[in-house]
């Protein structure tokens, strides 16, 4: 996901969220056959793309497709990536932008293979002109969805074995921590901010889906029980002090430096139970919009925030 003023990351959250019930399924066709990088698991097909030869000159415009490569096994292969993509340190940071894509500026890296998130400014259409390959993988809407593209990576780049074990490593420590979640017989609420217009995310989102894995109540679905706001509604403060969560988790951080105390000093919120019983939870930004193998570490920071929770 990109970092980019809360207002507009989160309608753009909203717009890809109704956009992607209209992206067609993608597909492993040919499977690589292992995580070898010899031209023998080559060539390979996902979805409509093949590549005939093993990329070595990837270019990432998506901060979560950049961690995925990494994360498979890919990165000796990967030449340039967008201006957000901070994660892991070594990852060859460029000034191209994911979020304003520019054609011209990405051929000039020589790729053989671009990764993508968002089809903006008809940028596939355009690298697709120029015979660059192209793979698009629009944000997440549910776990499922980030193993398949984690699969689909490691086809693509002859790193399926690796991928297949990132895979199944993400579900076995899921597993892991969804057991370690406390039985209760209410289960506690929360709030999650995007931003301080507060923005926020339901429960049938990628974000409220991991939220439910933990045991917790979002007190935002009553708000878009029509769906009209893709999942991504803003409440008003009289809404949330009413609602009074147990929790609030804080993703503006790093952007608009929020945190435990500004929240306590907003208007009518000192009475709010998360501010009052000093459960204002700081995460990371980055790890709570980028929905690939760090979504681990965003499952076990909420279980472990809430664990004392046992009502």
Not at 28 to 53: H, I, R, Y
Not at 163 to 182: L, N, S
Not at 187 to 201: Q, S, V
Request: hydrophobic share 40%; glycine share 6%; net charge negative.
């Amino acid at each position: 996901m990109f970092r980019r003023t809360p207002v507009v990351f989160a309608a753009s959250l909203a717009v890809a969220a109704l956009a992607l019930g209209a992206c067609a399924e993608k597909t492993t066709d040919t499977p690589a056959t292992g995580g070898s990088p010899s031209a023998a698991a080559f060539p390979v097909t996902v979805g409509k793309l093949t590549l005939e030869q093993r990329p070595e000159k990837i270019v990432s415009l998506s901060a979560t497709a950049t961690e995925m490569l990494f994360a498979i096994g890919a990165g000796p292969q990967v030449t340039a990536v967008d201006d957000q993509s901070n994660f892991p340190a070594d990852a060859p940071k460029t000034d191209l932008s994911g979020y304003q894509p520019n054609a011209e500026a990405v051929a000039a890296k020589d790729p053989d293979l671009v990764v993508l998130s968002d089809d903006r400014n008809k940028i596939v259409e355009q690298l697709t002109t120029l015979k660059i390959p192209v793979y698009l993988t629009p944000a997440a809407q549910t776990l499922d969805d980030s193993y398949r593209q984690l699969t689909e990576l490691g086809t693509l780049t002859g790193n399926a074995t690796e991928a297949a074990d990132v895979v199944q490593r993400m579900k076995d420590d899921i597993a892991k921590i969804v057991a370690e979640v406390p039985q209760r017989a209410k289960a506690p609420t929360y709030f999650h901010e995007l931003g301080p217009e507060l923005y926020t995310a339901t429960s049938k989102t990628f974000i409220g889906s991991i939220y439910s894995l933990a045991g917790l109540e979002n007190i935002a679905d009553a708000a878009d029980a029509d769906g009209k706001s893709g999942g991504y509604p803003q409440l008003s403060q009289e809404v949330i002090v009413n609602a009074n969560p147990d929790f609030v988790f804080l993703s503006d951080v790093k952007c608009c430096q929020q945190s435990a105390a500004t929240v306590k000093a907003r208007s009518g919120w000192a009475s709010v139970s998360a501010v009052q019983k000093d459960q204002v939870v700081e995460l990371d930004d980055d790890i709570a919009s980028r929905w690939g193998p760090r979504v681990v570490d965003l499952l076990r920071t909420i279980v472990d925030a809430t664990a004392k929770v046992s009502q």
